[in-house]
């Protein structure tokens, strides 16, 4: 973290002197210029530098304040934005390097049509693009009506305007391209517009390596918390791939229920790792064919708290961790560990709930053979506002009278 904002320092410290130099020598050239023109491109200047620093911090915030929460398409669009913002442009498009198909596709536009979109793929050293992201270098083109190199990137419409094509790097290799024009009557890129979109284009890409190491590091723990979902998995022989159906099924109810794509996720993960805790409970227990003793329950009773000790340290799987904590609270207050009621419940730990106790129901036990599905549907609509909340309950019935039983087949 410090790296980046060390970066964005650096930056802003060359944007800054860049600019006031400039004002300087605006303020001591020689009279060739009316002091109105003089005014006026003073006032452009500091305009410009402006709207530098907001595109600037803008792209800091998503990269440093909210990394993990933004798609990187929404990040791509956040830059492609920014850029045309910048320059006044009206079209323009941010590619990016595909490595399975070795070919640079569209992944943010302003102004260009979908087909264009859904059509452009360009290798490597073909067309303006391609030769751009190849050899590393900006290039302009100031007719791309008439440049053969340009022909068949857009459509007709969209041949007329001139045209700059910036690789973006990191670590000078480039993963993509920054590709915009200006409307004809501007006549060219100015050595102000270049300055700009090069600093521009180093944030973004110092902000893209941050969200890339944040990936790294989510990808390293979540794959380190899935191998204790399956030991938990394989030391309760009664529960088979448990976690792995909670966690499909908790994906498609939280977006029936419309939350947001963070905490989709959240709940994914919840549903995966709700039983984490179990690690800390005696085998014995878990596996007992016969009727738990008050002391055995009050042991099993303690895995919530532990699956909440194991994942609060983890800084992303906060909000998990509270979901784990409560998936056994009941939404009249009847629960565990803290007897929570209602809304107090977190929406997620009443949606890791509902699919926990399905489960369960549709599973061979120690003490008993599976229920019907009927007989499950009934306990828990019984257990509606009871044990569950009953908007969550709706909504897992509709999916699994509508979705769910072929899969299940299957």
């Known amino acids: 973290m ?16 860049f600019l006031l130099r400039k004002v300087y020598a605006l303020s001591v050239e020689p009279d060739a210029e009316a ?82 979109i859904e059509n452009t793929h360009i290798p490597p050293g073909q067309g303006v ?30 041949q007329k305007d001139p045209f700059i094509a910036m690789p973006l790097k990191v670590k000078d290799k480039p993963f993509g391209v920054l590709n915009l024009h200006i409307a004809r009557e501007k006549g060219a890129f100015t050595e102000y517009d ?29 794959e380190m918390v899935q191998t204790l979902a399956r030991v938990i998995d394989a030391k309760d022989a009664y529960t088979g791939d448990h976690a792995g159906r909670a966690r499909s099924k908790a994906r498609r109810l939280a977006e029936e229920l419309h939350m947001p794509d963070q905490m989709i996720r959240y709940v994914e993960y919840a549903a995966l790792l709700h039983d984490i805790g179990k690690i800390g409970i005696d085998g014995g227990i878990l596996s007992k064919p016969g009727r738990l003793t008050p002391e055995e329950y009050a042991e099993i009773k303690k895995h919530p708290a532990i699956g909440y000790q194991i994942l609060s340290p983890i800084q992303f799987l906060g909000p998990v961790a509270q979901m784990v904590l409560y998936h056994q609270e009941w939404f009249n207050g009847m629960g565990y560990p803290e007897g929570l009621k209602g809304e107090e419940i977190p929406l997620g730990a009443r949606i890791v709930a509902t699919i926990d106790a399905w489960d369960a129901m549709m599973s061979d036990r120690p003490y008993r053979k599976a229920l019907t599905r009927e007989k499950a549907e009934d306990e828990l609509r019984k257990g509606a506002g009871r044990q569950f909340d009953a908007k969550v309950v709706e909504a897992f019935l509709r999916l699994e009278a509508r979705d769910w039983q072929d899969v299940e087949k299957a």
């Open 129 to 158: 693009a391609g030769r751009a992201f190849q050899t590393g270098e900006t290039i302009f083109i100031t007719d791309p009506a008439q440049s053969d190199q340009y022909k068949g990137f857009m459509g007709h419409e969209e």
């Open 194 to 222: 270049l300055k700009f979109l090069t600093l521009l284009s180093g944030e973004a890409a110092v902000t893209l390596e941050n969200i890339k190491l944040y990936e790294s590091i989510e990808n390293f723990y979540l």
């Open 35 to 116: 002091p109105r023109e003089k005014g006026a491109a003073l006032k452009e200047t500091w305009n410009k530098f402006d709207e530098l620093l907001t595109s600037l911090l803008t792209i800091h915030e998503i990269g440093v304040v909210n990394v993990g929460s933004v798609k990187k398409e929404d990040f791509f669009q956040a830059v492609l934005d920014s850029a045309c913002d910048l320059l006044r442009s009206h079209r323009g498009s941010l590619m990016v390097y595909d490595e399975a198909s070795r070919e640079l596709k569209i992944v943010a536009s302003r102004g260009i049509s979908r087909e264009v």
């Open 2 to 17: 410090i790296y980046i904002l060390s970066a964005v320092i650096v930056v802003l410290l060359f944007a800054v002197g």
